[in-house]
């Protein structure tokens, strides 16, 4: 391979390898982003949990009464397990 061609060839692989390093800089970035925002939002769900919690010791809720809103409000797809655990988690406090 002659002189030129190597050069040619060591300029693509710099450039290769810069495009590489900035896309990591970019994704390391955005992943800063997105976990700030889930930090954020797990602390206000926590929040909002402790002052639900406080709240039902002095006006309790039935479980079976959110649960059957929550089924209301979905359609009752099937896909409010999760929801319907945090239910009982908060009104068993």
């Not at 970035?29 to 930090?39: C, E, R, T």
């Not at 006006?59 to 896909?79: F, L, M, N």
């Amino acid at each position: 391979m002659s002189d030129f061609m190597m050069s040619q060839v060591q300029g693509l692989l710099n450039k290769v390898s810069d495009d590489i390093d900035r896309m990591g800089k970019t994704t390391s970035s955005q992943l800063d982003s997105v976990l700030g925002a889930i930090d954020d939002l797990a602390a206000n769900i926590f929040a909002t949990q402790a002052v639900l919690a406080i709240l039902l010791k002095k006006h309790p809720v039935s479980a079976e009464e959110a649960k059957a809103w929550i089924k209301e409000q979905t359609g009752d797809q099937g896909a409010t397990p999760k929801a319907n655990a945090i239910v009982d988690l908060i009104t068993s406090r």
